[in-house]
């Protein structure tokens, strides 16, 4: 496990944005997972800004994004969908066929979450994982646990999950309950893993992550058995560390 740290979140945005860019450079078809939350934000405007100034272009990319919720609609500002395409999509040229997100309105959820394992199967698997962290240590809704999940499958949503996340929405209530997201073994199966963390909340859980027990009671502990893993932290978020 490779650790840079970044002095502050622009720098570990920038470090981000450069890993995924030399990625795309050194193989233009890459396949990448896509995060979402706060964490990705500022690597996302890094990419756009790469993406202009430099012409990099990515328009061979293939993105499969970690989770969305359930029934939430794509046009529903509070979907991953939505923020996928407001903070990143619109704004570079990766074709729309190479963009998957799971459908969160699927009729048959089963059905959706073996598709989607298929879907990344046929694009030859996951080249590069970028992953943000859960106050809880949850990677995608990989929930704390008894055992850690396998493959992309529908997830019940912590209830300190849905507080951290309620901000983003009108009130508790809102915040759905269930998501699609890829299992421990999908993104474990990535060649190499990206994972950003950013901001003393975060500086617990990244201590238990890192040199704690494997334990599926902080799924991103498992991170600890993968071969190509950076952990890019900003400094506040190094507090316990
Ligand atoms: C959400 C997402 C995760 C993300 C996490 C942390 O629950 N499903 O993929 O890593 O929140 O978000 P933030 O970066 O906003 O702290």
């Given amino acids: 496990m490779r650790i840079v740290f ?7 945005s920038e470090i981000a944005a450069d890993m995924v860019a030399e990625q795309i450079r050194t193989k233009p078809d890459s396949v990448v997972g896509l995060a979402t939350g706060n ?17 990099l272009s990515f328009c061979r990319m293939v993105t499969f ?26 704004h570079v040229d990766i074709p729309e066929a190479n963009q998957h997100i799971p459908n969160g309105e699927a009729g048959n959820i089963g059905q959706e979450c073996l598709a989607y394992e298929q879907k ?37 949503l912590a209830e300190s999950t849905i507080r951290a996340n309620s901000h983003c929405f009108s009130s508790l209530a809102q915040v759905p ?12 199966q990535a060649r190499s893993i990206v994972i950003l963390v950013n901001g003393e909340d975060k500086a617990e859980v990244l201590d238990r992550a890192l040199w ?17 893993v950076t952990v890019i932290v900003e400094e506040n978020a190094t507090k316990r560390l």
């Fill in 120 to 156: 990344i199967k046929e694009a030859g698997g996951i080249d590069l994982q970028i992953l943000g962290i859960g106050r809880n240590g949850h990677i995608g809704f990989n929930e704390p646990d008894v055992r850690f999940t396998a493959a992309t499958h529908r997830a019940e």
């Fill in 177 to 188: 309950r269930f998501a699609i997201s890829m299992g421990i073994k999908t993104i474990m």
């Fill in 39 to 55: 964490t990705p934000l500022g690597m996302y405007r890094e990419l756009i800004k790469i993406h202009r100034q430099k012409q």
């Fill in 65 to 90: 994004n970690l989770d969305e919720y359930i029934a939430l609609g794509k046009e529903d500002p509070h979907s991953y969908h939505y923020y996928m395409k407001h903070h990143f999509f619109r």
């Fill in 212 to 228: 704690g027990d494997i334990s599926p009671e902080i799924p991103a502990s498992i991170l600890q058995l993968h071969q190509r």
């Fill in 6 to 12: 970044a002095k502050d979140y622009a720098a570990l």
